[in-house]
């Protein structure tokens, strides 16, 4: 059984009384790996660009700052959460978490070696002049949504989920992706170490966190919802000079309507935001699926209210993209990991009424899997099949072992406006080996499902 010890109520963990001043001089290297610049830096802690010659690979490094390892309280607090970062290192995998490569308790200085992500804290975005889209907003969010949903089922609580914790990766300017980083508070529900209490950032706690109290998922939701208040609002939730003003208002007080703050925001997402900053906890989703499935349902909404052409209503946009697999048989035995993996590699389409996905003669070279809508069938004129989300056509000419067989002996048109993925040979090759496998496993289940169908179909005409 774990031992708990709870901070006193001042203590969020305290700053150093006196910050030593900045250095200048750059260390040439950190262990192995040789320092190329200082891109972050906090009250007890350093961040440095390195490159890392063994794996020739960029790779962040945060080292303790050497004025905290002289000061026994300031040691106490970065011990803990060195600790309780270096116990995940290799084991988070997921496309939105940056992965903790190695960790090293170094006498002078301890440091973890991190994946390095190209880009910026989404503090950047969180000014009144500088906000995002409503629409990113809400795809930021998603993918926030499922890692965290990922780390809880690893038995991970984050505790400071905050946007200086939330890195966006760029490309140009545009922001590619979104990754959570710093664990160095989380709560791990797996381990029997001793664990400390009230950690965190004030301005995104939650009451039952900022009390001290036993913690679920709902209380990293609750900081993900203040996030995005502040990303879609340029202002956090509550706000206050005195760190006692602010805490009465955690406990007590309803932040300003979302809807006052800024025009435009789909009624869904005012709604969610809202009921995720619940007091109560009971008040909030009850896990992350839910709030993911809520958030990609108030971007859909958004993005048909919003969308002044043709052409915006044609993307399918990542959180629908992942919402719709996770609810299709076909990929059933794929992992979060695997899903993303299929999100990014595959070619999505949406198909109006008449469409064809293939002709009669036409040589296979792709395959399809059905996510919304239905296609028909037709064999020389007549229809024999209709398909809806969840089916794959084209497979069989696909795997297909020799050329002749892989040309198309039926047309398969659109009924109902579709929207489809597919793979060719050369991106499906493309993919992880899990996910490939995976693939050929959901494959091998279709077709014994078709052969049983055939042979049922085969005994009814005898």
């Known amino acids: 059984m774990s031992s708990r010890h709870a901070l006193p109520a001042q203590a969020l963990p305290p700053a150093p009384a006196n910050r030593a001043p900045t250095s200048l001089v750059l260390p040439s290297r950190i262990g192995k790996y040789v320092v190329q610049s200082k891109i972050g830096e906090g009250a007890t802690s350093e961040v440095f660009l390195c490159h890392d010659p ?104 984050h505790r400071d989920v905050k946007p200086a914790n939330l890195l966006v990766k760029l490309d140009g300017e545009r922001i590619a992706d979104v990754k959570v980083t710093d664990f160095g508070s989380v709560f791990n529900t797996a381990t029997d170490q001793t664990q400390v209490y009230r950690v965190g950032s004030l301005a995104y706690m939650s009451p039952e966190q900022l009390e001290g109290g036993v913690l679920d998922c709902r209380a990293d939701i609750y900081s993900l919802a203040a996030v995005l208040y502040h990303l879609l609002a340029g202002r956090p939730p509550f706000d206050a000079q005195q760190q006692q003003a602010l805490m009465h208002q955690i406990y007590h007080a309803k932040p300003p309507p979302l809807a006052t703050l800024r025009e435009g925001l789909p009624a869904a997402l005012v709604t969610l935001v809202e009921r995720c900053l619940a007091k109560a906890r009971e008040q909030r989703p009850a896990d992350w699926d839910e709030f993911a499935r809520a958030l990609s349902a108030a971007g859909a909404e958004h993005r048909v209210s919003a969308a002044d052409d043709r052409h915006a209503l044609q993307e399918v946009l990542d959180s629908e993209r992942f919402t719709l697999l996770r609810g299709l048989e076909f990929f059933v035995d794929f992992g979060d990991v695997e899903l993303w993996e299929v999100v990014h590699r595959a070619a999505w389409h949406r198909h109006g009424y008449g469409d064809a996905l293939y002709r009669k003669g036409q040589e296979g070279g792709s395959f399809h899997v059905v996510t919304q809508g239905r296609v028909d069938v037709y064999r020389d004129g007549r229809n024999v099949a209709s398909l809806g989300a969840g089916s794959t056509v084209g497979e069989m000419a696909y795997l297909a072992p020799n050329p002749a067989l892989r040309r198309h002996t039926v047309d398969i048109l659109v009924s109902e406006p579709a929207t489809t ?23 091998i289940k279709v077709l014994v499902r078709r052969l049983h169908d055939a042979q049922e179909a085969a005994a009814q005409r005898r």
């Open 54 to 157: 063994f794996n020739n690979r960029k790779v962040a490094i945060k080292r303790a700052r050497s004025h905290v390892l002289a000061d026994s309280r300031e040691q106490h607090f970065q011990q803990r959460f060195f600790a309780a970062e270096a116990a995940l290192v290799g084991q988070l995998q997921h496309p939105n978490v940056v992965q903790i490569l190695d960790a090293v308790a170094d006498a002078e200085a301890p440091y973890l070696v991190m994946e390095h992500v190209n880009g910026v804290t989404l503090r950047r975005y969180c000014r009144a002049d500088r906000l995002l889209p409503v629409q990113q907003i809400i795809e930021i969010g998603f993918k926030c949504a499922m890692a965290l949903g990922y780390c809880y089922r690893q038995g991970l609580i």
């Open 421 to 443: 993925l597919s793979f060719t040979p050369d991106s499906l090759e493309r993919l992880s080996l899990g996910t490939r496998h995976r693939f050929d496993k959901a494959f």
